[in-house]
């Protein structure tokens, strides 16, 4: 099946940093997500993004198909960012729809 | 806001008892998948719905677990008997349609002791 890995596993940075978290992934897909897990277990909806650039505030994700890879750009860091970053990805010959997930990236933002 | 609306919140059974879940998916929304994450792993598939049918269930534990959406809606996932390596996340996500943005609600934790 499809591979999924994200990086750094673990993150942590002073409030008002800025990061960068990446996901490669090992076929081609046409679904990419990107989602923020808050302390009660909850994946919320970051991005839609299986190619191109989008951007939602301070959160922006870059997807190069072509490349098999993704970027989750988080400026100003919040306190309220921890918690763990999870891309997944979809859509392919062997795996149909289903969202296949990487480890994940732990982030702490301290203030 | 439309949500995924999920019960119960939280459960905790002995090993050998019964255990069921419930979705309401998003209306309108034809697809619908149970997921089960482990602590520290990401969620992977049980099972994966288009309207009232299975379209994939490869990665379900058949002889303790079944899933059913009879009328195309809600859905129920069973476990029975539940085993201590049962422990863990159990999330519903619905989306459009296969390969559309899909969502997640607020899962069931449970706990086997």
């Known amino acids: 099946g499809i591979q999924v890995e994200q990086s750094p596993p673990d993150l942590i940075l002073q409030e008002g940093a800025n990061s960068t978290l990446r996901c490669n992934f090992s076929?081609?897909?046409?679904?990419l997500q990107w989602f923020h897990q808050n302390p009660w277990g909850q994946l919320i909806n970051l991005f839609y993004i299986p190619s191109g650039t989008k951007q939602n505030g301070r959160l922006s994700a870059t997807t190069v198909a072509t490349e098999r890879y993704s970027l989750l750009y988080i400026s100003s860091s919040q306190t309220t960012d921890s918690g763990v970053y999870f891309c997944a990805v979809g859509g392919t010959e062997t795996s149909g729809s289903r969202l296949t997930f990487g480890e994940g990236t732990q982030l702490t933002v301290n203030p | 806001e439309a949500e995924v609306a999920q019960s119960p919140r939280y459960k905790i059974t002995e090993k050998s008892q019964a255990v069921a879940f419930w979705c309401d998916p998003i209306s309108g929304h034809a697809t619908l998948y149970w997921y089960r994450q482990i602590l520290g792993q990401g969620p992977e598939l049980l099972v994966q719905f288009q309207d009232e049918s299975v379209v994939d269930d490869s990665q379900l534990p058949k002889d303790r677990f079944s899933a059913e959406r009879l009328k195309g809606v809600d859905s129920t996932l069973k476990i029975q008997p539940a085993e201590l390596g049962d422990s863990a996340m159990y999330l519903c996500a619905s989306s459009m349609g296969p390969g559309d943005e899909q969502f997640f609600g607020p899962g069931t934790r449970l706990t086997v002791l």
């Open positions: 076929d081609s897909v046409n679904n």
